[in-house]
């Protein structure tokens, strides 16, 4: 959004402020790293910049799957990687959802989570022997196996069998969210929302109505880095992802957070009678390319043949609606310290895992800043270099 040069002039201009680290963008990321910069350095002025609402990216519109991520993840960084480096990366998601479990939701008697496991599904033997390599071993990763007949009842009519990995969380975002807020106001950081970041300049960071002076930056945009900056064009790509929640009519106990691979399908039940499904976004890849948030008629037509010939669901569809992921080329984040005329950190590109890696990929953003290291965890996954 811009600020014309009428409405600047008439009442939008606010005072200018300051403050030690300016966090921009309010999303599980930018929340979770002024979290722990108050943890390690209580003494700092710590402030958000949101430019609408916390929440309003995708960490408010993902499907809540708290989870260190799905057999097919982990398949895939292997292969990539090798299995000490992508169990390097497992024990990281690991580590970072106990934190999670341990800092925000077990504190917050608000927060209805409810602890699962992720559930990567195959529907026959056949596409099982095909998916399995010789590289991985999913045991490697904590994941076992379950028969068809341990399945939950429901599923044992269309699927062979399942890799089940636990403990993993079930949560709303926007309630996680709205607690690590709660958290921060009362440790005195200050959430402005509602106000976008233009542009660094060498005191800070220059707003649609002020100029806020800051010793250090975070972005924490993920997805909406290249909005930001064009330097970000082909480092972090907005993908939108589509998602539809419907209320079931029958019994349907599945307690898990599935993923259902050769779908390209993910979806859990919430506490209630509501199943909440995403993926199918290779119907439609080009289209699907993008930062702004919109409806695909052929993904969510995909979703609902999903739920009524893979799930036979008789459903009453509730809403619908997507969401922008940021995708590096190596799919992992990128955190790094860039070239700025402020010292500036940027958090980003999580490739549609950030409720699993985002609070402990904050707390290494909050170790940069506090420059207890000098290199993040996924420093070692591809170095950057930004000039901002
Ligand atoms: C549909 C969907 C389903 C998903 N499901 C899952 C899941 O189940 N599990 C999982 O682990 N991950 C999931 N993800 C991915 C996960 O939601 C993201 O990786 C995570 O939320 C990223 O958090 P973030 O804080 O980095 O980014 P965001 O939440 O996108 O936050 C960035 C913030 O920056 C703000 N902003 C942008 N530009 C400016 C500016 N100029 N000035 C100020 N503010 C600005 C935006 O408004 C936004 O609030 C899903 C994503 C989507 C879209």
Known sequence: ????????????????????????????????????????????????????????????????????????????????????????????????????????????????????????????????????????????????????????????????????????????????????????????????????????????????????????????????????SSIFKDVIVPRRAQMLAVEIEDEFNCPGLHYDPPERVYWRKTQDKVLVIGGKRLLDEQGETGDFEKISPVIQRGLEQYLKEQLNLKYKVIHRWSGTMGFTDHELPLIAKASAPTETFIVGGFSGHGMGLGFRSAMDVAELVTRQKSESFFGAFKKVDFKL
């Open 1 to 228: 959004m811009t600020t014309s040069h009428w409405l600047r002039q008439h009442s939008f201009r606010t005072p200018d402020i300051t403050t030690d680290v300016l966090i921009v963008g309010g999303g599980y990321v930018g929340l979770s790293t002024a979290y722990w910069l108050t943890e390690m350095r209580p003494d700092l002025k710590i402030t958000v910049l949101e430019r609408n609402q916390c929440g309003a990216g995708a960490s408010g519109r993902n499907a809540g799957f708290l989870t260190k991520g799905s057999a097919s993840f982990f398949k895939s960084l292997t292969q990539k990687w090798g299995v000490e480096k992508a169990q390097s990366i497992y024990n990281f998601a690991e580590e970072s959802l106990e934190l999670v479990h341990q800092h925000i939701l077990r504190a917050s008697p608000e927060i209805k989570f409810e602890r699962s496991s992720s559930v990567t599904l195959f529907q026959n033997e056949k596409q099982f022997q095909e998916w399995g390599t010789k590289e991985f071993n999913p045991t490697d990763f904590k994941f076992e196996w379950r028969e068809q007949e341990k399945l939950p009842v429901p599923l044992q009519a269309k699927f062979f069998g399942a890799f089940e990995n636990a403990p993993e969380y079930k949560i709303n975002p926007m309630q996680l969210l709205g607690s690590i807020k709660k958290l921060l106001e009362v440790r005195k950081v200050q959430i402005i929302e509602n106000v976008s970041a233009f542009e660094l300049t060498p005191e800070g960071v220059q707003t649609e109505v002020n100029t806020i002076k800051a010793k250090q930056i975070v972005l924490a945009l993920n997805g909406y880095f290249p909005q930001f």
